[in-house]
């Protein structure tokens, strides 16, 4: 069918060539008129009347628009039950792994930064060492995809991603991804002078004596 045929045909022989109001009838059609009269804009020789800045000012300003409202509720949500914290730092210790996304995505935060936590204490922890400590895997699967993530970033006690992994996970799942990375430094130190590995056997001897100490106890009191 030629679509100058159909009821959805617009005459455009009378739009304005002022640039201001040639943008303001455009936002009109993209607002209030369905697809298929819109399809038939873009298709008629009217087109030739605007120069393309008018649809792409237009379709700028709203998503950027979207995307100021959009980060202010998201913000919004973390701020609000926790007025001193890092929104983004807070997903990711909650494990909000959607919300994460959005603040990367759509926030372009730096994934590298760091920030407060929902006390408002800023101990060094980024976003890789927060979802890290919680052990939240789908947010460090995430991050482990962007080339430019700085796996061996350090809290204020030195402690590394794997150092805290070694101390805080007990899904071995972490340490696996951090170990297979090509840009991991296996041998860095925390402030104390230890590295991941030795805290993860000190934490592998702790918890032998600590279950053979409770089996000891339970064998004493059963007699």
């Known amino acids: 069918m030629d679509h100058h045929d159909n009821k959805y045909t617009i005459n455009f022989k009378h739009f304005p060539q002022d640039a201001n109001a040639r943008c303001h009838s455009l936002e009109q059609i993209i ?12 298709l008629t020789s009217a087109i030739a009347q605007y120069d393309g800045n008018s649809i792409s000012m237009f379709s700028v300003v709203r998503l950027n628009k979207f995307k100021t409202d ?6 919004r949500k973390y701020l609000d039950p926790y007025p001193n914290c890092t929104p983004y730092i807070v997903a990711c210790e909650l494990g909000h792994f959607d919300d994460f996304k959005k603040f990367v995505t759509i926030g372009n935060i730096d994934i590298n930064s760091t920030g407060k936590n ?19 895997i789908d947010i460090v699967k995430y991050l482990l995809t962007f080339d430019h993530i700085n796996i061996n970033a350090s809290n204020d006690s030195g402690m590394s991603a794997l150092h805290t992994a070694a101390y805080h996970n007990t899904n071995h799942e972490i340490i696996q991804m951090f170990i297979m990375h090509p840009n991991l430094n296996i041998n860095s130190q925390n402030s104390q002078g230890w590295t991941s590995v030795c805290i993860f056997m000190y934490n592998i001897v702790y918890i032998f004596y600590k279950t053979n100490y409770l089996l000891e106890k339970l064998n004493y009191k059963s007699l």
């Open 31 to 42: 607002l209030f008129l369905d697809v298929k009269s819109l399809a038939n804009f873009i």
């Open 70 to 75: 959009m980060m202010y509720e998201l913000n």
């Open 118 to 136: 929902r006390t408002g204490w800023n101990g060094g922890y980024t976003s890789l060492l927060i979802a890290t400590q919680y052990e939240h």
